[in-house]
């Protein structure tokens, strides 16, 4: 039972360590302002500028992996080059060395739980008093994401703490020093973290369970072991995050390779430059030295290793289009039908929006003999859904339909051709700004989805019948139901002309002592918005008719 416990922490905390990274990256994102992005910019504005920015923050964290992960995010959020990335990842090889530095000379280690809950403390209270809105709110919420990668790492290693505490090297007396690399290896990839590893390493020197070249194998396999932290953290990310999780496996396991082929002369001049100091002290140096070689024959070829990395996970292209990426506007016939049909698409892609924002499955919508009551009554779950994803894309759809627009123009001479496309072109902007239209009502349906009062209720019921019933008459309209278009026109103008009933509900919310007064601001910004999504998916098809 106690075996599954430790499984189960273990589980949790690269479950935590995981979300921290996604975490810390989407704070990044959104704390990028230009103070903070000139502050990493300076940082790894060069690549030596980069090595040593990776050399400090090591040696100031205590972790390799910390300051890996820490490069992962920054190059995820677009905000480090490639270079700079593969030049941090160096820098934090040599930073690393300090903690052996300091067990042999001090004998202390940094506390990352202690560090973990200082941070989240700081960062949580300090979301909370920032309030809402605000950068110091966002700066908050990276502190937080710092804390909890901290977090995630000390509970993989307390989890797995038992096997290197109970990890006896009596046991596994060996004269081939390889052996003792593959178990420095596996032990720090167990317990992500490399200087606890190379400290298990000093320790059983220090009491001469292990002689000093199996003690120096053991610091190499750790050394490569640690770049299992870069590989977790790269799951899932961006190529660039995967290229630099691949040159930091290259570069280590490279250096490892040598070292351990060079294995009897580094002993030798380890041992020729402090002949008269402890081992603790000498594998400290051991540490440094090999890795201070690996940079040095590395470090000129980053740009060089950056371009080969290039040719690794290329991304698939992704088209939001579905047509028009296909043809060229060269051919203008053949280019008109494909934005015909990319405008045909655009529009299922704002009706699919419209619905899911009242909480109507799409194809549950388009049902026959289905009322729009009923459709109400038997659909009201809030979605799990990311309408901000939903909406960049259709913007992104929108974007490329103008881009291609104004290209095929240029290539037009035709007089009906070019009516065909100034329609088009007139079309795709009222639908933009029905899209536009659901975006801003977010919000708001979503502050009315949560509202007790009858008042209120019956308001969002309303509200939601009304975009509804648009976009049923809009979608059955441009599908070819003719009577459809007149029902369009006869929904904007009952929209159009309901601000009686319309306001004689706010009137009611306004009433009501129990209501908060901010209601009454949201439900005439919702009755305005969904007399524009109505009115710009009216004009969409009676634009049809000019033809």
Request: glycine share 6%; net charge neutral.
């Amino acid at each position: 039972m106690h075996t599954i416990s430790i499984w189960i922490e273990a589980f949790a905390g690269l479950g935590l360590f995981l979300f921290g990274m996604l975490y810390l990256e989407n704070q990044i994102r959104v704390s990028a302002g230009r103070t903070f992005k000139t502050i990493v910019g300076n940082a790894t504005a060069t690549r030596f500028k980069s090595l040593l920015t990776g050399l400090g923050a090591t040696a100031l964290f205590q972790s390799s992996s910390v300051v890996t992960l820490m490069a992962l995010s920054l190059i995820g959020a677009e905000m480090l080059s490639l270079q700079s990335a593969i030049a941090v990842i160096f820098g934090s090889n040599i930073g690393t060395t300090v903690t052996s530095w300091i067990v042999a000379l001090i004998g202390f280690k940094m506390d990352i739980k202690l560090l973990s809950y200082v941070f989240i403390g700081i960062g949580g209270l300090g979301s909370v008093f920032a309030g809402d809105e605000g950068r110091w709110r966002n700066y908050f919420s990276m502190l937080v994401g710092f804390g909890l990668i901290f977090l995630g790492l000390e509970g993989m290693k307390e989890s797995f703490g038992v096997f290197s505490q109970n990890f006896d090297l009596s046991s596994y007396l060996y004269g081939n020093p390889y052996i003792y690399a593959l178990i420095g290896l596996v032990l720090t990839a167990v317990i992500q973290s490399s200087s606890a590893t190379v400290a298990i390493a000093q320790s059983a020197l220090f009491t001469h369970m292990i002689g000093f070249e199996a003690a120096a194998a053991f610091v190499i396999g750790a050394n490569v072991g640690t770049t299992v932290t870069a590989i977790l953290g790269a799951i899932g990310g961006t190529p660039d995050k995967k290229r630099t999780a691949v040159a930091h496996l290259v570069f280590n396991l490279s250096t490892g390779l040598a070292a351990l082929m060079a294995l009897p002369w580094l002993v030798s001049l380890v041992k020729s430059i402090f002949p008269h100091v402890d081992g603790v002290v000498q594998i400290a140096l051991f540490h440094t030295l090999f890795n201070l070689m690996g940079v040095v024959l590395w470090y000129p070829f980053i740009p060089a290793l950056a371009k080969a990395l290039k040719a690794l996970f290329k991304k698939e292209a992704f088209y939001v289009t579905h047509f028009i990426h296909n043809v060229s506007t060269n051919v203008p016939d053949v280019a008109l039908d494909a934005l015909e049909k990319e405008m045909e698409h655009l529009s299922d892609k704002i009706e699919e929006f419209a619905l899911l924002a009242i909480n109507i499955p799409p194809p549950k919508a388009y049902e026959e003999h289905t009322s729009i009551d009923r459709l109400l009554e038997a659909y009201d779950e809030n979605f799990d859904i990311s309408y901000t994803k939903l909406y960049d894309n259709i913007r992104l759809l929108e974007g490329e339909i103008y881009r291609y627009i104004s290209l095929l123009s240029r290539n037009v001479s035709d007089e009906h051709q070019q009516a065909k496309i100034n329609r088009f072109l007139r079309q795709v902007t009222y639908l933009a700004t029905a899209a536009k239209a659901i975006k801003d009502m977010l919000p708001d349906l979503n502050r009315l989805y949560n509202t007790s009062s009858t008042e209120e209720k019956t308001f969002y019921k309303n509200l939601r019948y009304q975009i509804l019933k648009s976009a049923l008459a809009y979608h059955q309209a441009r599908n070819g139901d003719g009577t459809k278009i007149d029902e369009m026109e006869a929904t904007y103008k009952k929209i159009a002309n309901s601000y009686n009933n319309s306001m004689q509900l706010i009137e009611n919310i306004a009433k009501n002592k129990n209501i908060n007064s901010e209601m009454t601001t949201i439900t005439v910004n919702a009755m305005h918005l969904t007399k524009s999504f109505s009115k710009s998916l009216r004009n969409v098809v009676t634009m049809d008719l000019e033809q």
